[in-house]
């Protein structure tokens, strides 16, 4: 598996897949070819249906700027659901055509040139990340360590913007950008807590309002995190904010978290896909979801085998979830569905702390169930904005 640092990324919303995906590759095009006169770009499938939403013209006209862009929106079943060519003029002169897939996580790979994909972990699957540190008597965390040592600044760096995206979440109101004119209400959440709540009410609506915070921060176009997505930017980091504002949680043990957590999606990413376009949101959101059970699982001092069952918990009640983004945009149904996701880690992490010694379904498991049931779902319920809400919200109008 690759490093952390290919999972986690900062960078701009509102997808890491139609977003930033496609703008690491026009900056690697414009590299490339600096003697360019203007560009034809074509996105397929997702990429074209979704596109406008996502930004996904508009980053690549503004990474390739000054130079002139033609973007062009077509559909092809037998290419990839995030699929695009970038054809490089020089004057009447085609000097090369490079086709790139969008795989989620803002990675990507390119058809004909070098892929940049280096396996710092050498074990493939959780089972043998788990045999591995039961022979060596590591904690899931040692086993971070062994293999990327310098870690460390990178997870508190990851931790760092985490916390700036919740906080300019919080303080900003006013309507996403957008035809849908989604109204933010992070900072509802917080301003209508009530003394009398209860504790578990209190929990939630804390919870979703940093959730709602970050996604939103997303929805914007703001910096988050990719966790292990920009859809799914708001569900790690609005458990961890919770936990360290109101529950006492060293930073330390946080930025630790941050690190089993990538684990986590590391196997997802390895063994299946985090893209929404490819896997439907469970994908994406199940994922987080799974990241984030075990991240609080390691921070209340669970064994290995319940951090594993905590993150399995997780995935296995996101399965068969649909990606319907209305209109295009990660705001409807992306931003709530962050905020229930987030809440549920939590109750993953609680159920693996009394029933592991009972359960029949290991975390690889379920991991390949997620790929297979992508795999089987309709396109149309994969990030094109063609079924499910999307499709009835747009026959309403």
């Known amino acids: 598996m690759q490093s952390l640092r290919k999972l986690y990324k900062i960078g701009h919303g509102p997808s890491s ?85 969008s795989i989620g996580g803002g990675d990507i790979l390119y058809d004909k040139e070098e892929n940049d994909i280096k396996h710092v972990y050498q074990e493939q699957s959780f089972d043998e990340i788990k045999l591995y540190c039961q022979t060596h008597e ?6 971070v360590l ?20 919740v906080q300019t979440g919080l303080k900003t109101e006013g309507l996403l950008p957008g035809d849908l004119k989604v109204v933010r209400k992070a900072k509802t959440l917080i301003d209508r807590a009530k003394a009398n ?26 910096v988050i995190v990719t966790a292990p997505t920009c859809g799914a930017s708001g569900v790690l980091p609005a458990l961890l904010y919770y936990l360290y504002k109101h529950k006492g949680i060293k930073e330390d043990k946080i930025i630790e978290s941050i690190g089993i957590a990538g684990i986590i999606g590391n196997v997802i990413k390895h063994n299946a896909t985090i893209s929404g376009a490819v896997g439907g949101c469970q994908a994406e959101v199940g994922s987080a979801c799974s990241m984030a059970a075990a991240a609080m699982a390691y921070i209340e ?44 880690a939590i109750n993953a992490a ?38 499910g809400m999307a499709f009835f919200y747009k026959n309403k109008k």
């Open 350 to 387: 609680s159920l693996a702390g009394f029933l592991t010694d009972t359960r029949k379904i290991s975390f690889d498991m379920i991991v390949h169930t997620m790929y297979q049931t992508g795999l089987d779902m309709h396109p149309k319920y994969k990030e094109t904005a063609e079924a």
């Open 301 to 344: 001092d669970l064994s290995l085998d319940e951090i594993e069952y905590a993150a399995e918990i997780a995935m296995e009640h996101h399965l068969g979830l649909t990606c319907d983004p209305i209109d295009g945009y990660v705001q409807i149904p992306c931003i709530e569905r962050n905020a229930v996701a987030a809440i549920r």
């Open 197 to 222: 709540e209860s504790d578990s009410q209190q929990q939630n609506r804390l919870v979703s309002a940093y959730a709602f915070a970050a996604s939103e921060e997303n929805g914007a176009g703001g």
């Open 138 to 143: 590591l904690s899931l965390f040692d086993y």
């Open 146 to 165: 062994k293999n990327e040592s310098d870690i460390l600044p990178f997870l508190t760096d990851i931790w760092t913007q985490m916390k700036e995206t």
């Open 17 to 101: 897949s139609h977003t930033m995906g496609p703008g690491f590759a026009s900056e690697y095009v414009k590299n490339k070819y600096i003697d360019a006169t203007h560009y034809k770009v074509t996105l397929y499938n997702s990429l074209a249906l979704t596109g406008k939403g996502h930004l996904t013209d508009a980053i690549i006209i503004k990474t390739l700027s000054p130079k002139p862009v033609e973007i062009l929106f077509n559909i092809d079943i037998n290419r990839h659901p995030n699929y695009l060519v970038f054809d490089i003029y020089q004057d009447d002169a085609l000097l090369d055509s490079i086709s790139v897939r």
